[in-house]
């Protein structure tokens, strides 16, 4: 009962690398969604996908870039990462985007805690 | 404007005792879903309660409950009989029917539970 994996837990890096965050779920869910949060922000929508080939931007997409080729990876990429992107990254799946409360449920990972310095 | 606004960034409560945790929304589209989840000290990021729009009644689970009221656009959860394991950032969400799936997260409530 793996759920969604977020990996690494932890990454430093520096200003200009790429940075790809990874995140895996196993339920099969068609929605799957990034966000990062900081202090004072609670939680903010980066990217989202639909199903598989399909995404979206959210409230701060920029600087980044996501990519879904299989339903159950969902890979947050930094091109050139910046200060202003330390933070915690979530990433999350649900089921469905209607019908009842169960399909609605977003279920996140542990998070993985960016620091680029 | 905020869609989703915590005016409570501190809480505390005593042991057993109940608490509510504020929450108003903003929205137009008469579809949505609010959502509650619990952020412990340790970071993951726990699904609490939902409440869908067209609900008629409050949503419970457990000592979960959310106080619906629909004209006044508030969510408030109600943690009755506090245990010291409640303490953590609790955060109100929204999902709107034609926004494309977006969720709007509040900043959060810190609840501290006091033995």
């Known amino acids: 009962d793996a759920g969604i994996t977020q990996s690494p837990r932890y990454k430093i890096t520096e200003t200009g690398r790429q940075v790809t965050l990874m995140c895996h779920q196993t339920w099969s869910h068609s929605y799957m969604f990034w966000y990062r949060q900081d202090l004072g922000h609670g939680l903010r929508l980066i990217y989202y996908?639909?199903?598989?080939?399909?995404?979206d931007k959210g409230e701060v997409p920029d600087g980044y870039v996501v990519s879904r080729s299989k339903t159950e990876n969902f890979p947050l990429t930094l091109e050139s990462a910046t200060r202003s992107q330390t933070s915690v990254y979530f990433c999350?799946?649900?089921?469905?985007?209607?019908?009842?409360?169960?399909?609605?449920?977003?279920?996140f990972g542990a998070g993985t805690r960016l620091s680029v310095l | 404007a905020q869609k989703i606004t915590q005016t409570q960034p501190g809480m505390f409560v005593q042991e057993k005792e109940a608490v509510t945790l504020d929450c108003t929304y903003d929205?137009?589209?008469?579809?949505?879903?609010l959502f509650w989840y619990k952020q412990p000290s340790s970071g993951e990021m726990i699904f609490l309660i939902y409440?869908?729009?067209?609900?008629?009644q409050n949503a419970t689970e457990g000592r979960y409950s959310l106080n619906f009221q629909k004209a006044r656009k508030s969510a408030n959860l109600v943690i009755s009989a506090s245990q010291l394991g409640d303490s953590a950032m609790y955060f109100c969400?929204?999902?709107?029917?034609?926004?494309?799936?977006?969720?709007?997260f509040g900043t959060g409530t810190s609840l501290t539970v006091i033995p």
């Open positions: 996908s639909a199903a598989a080939d399909i995404t």
């Open positions: 969400a929204m999902r709107e029917n034609w926004s494309g799936n977006q969720f709007y």
């Open positions: 999350a799946s649900s089921e469905s985007r209607s019908g009842g409360k169960a399909k609605n449920i977003q279920y």
């Open positions: 929205t137009s589209d008469p579809s949505y879903g």
């Open positions: 409440q869908g729009s067209y609900d008629q």
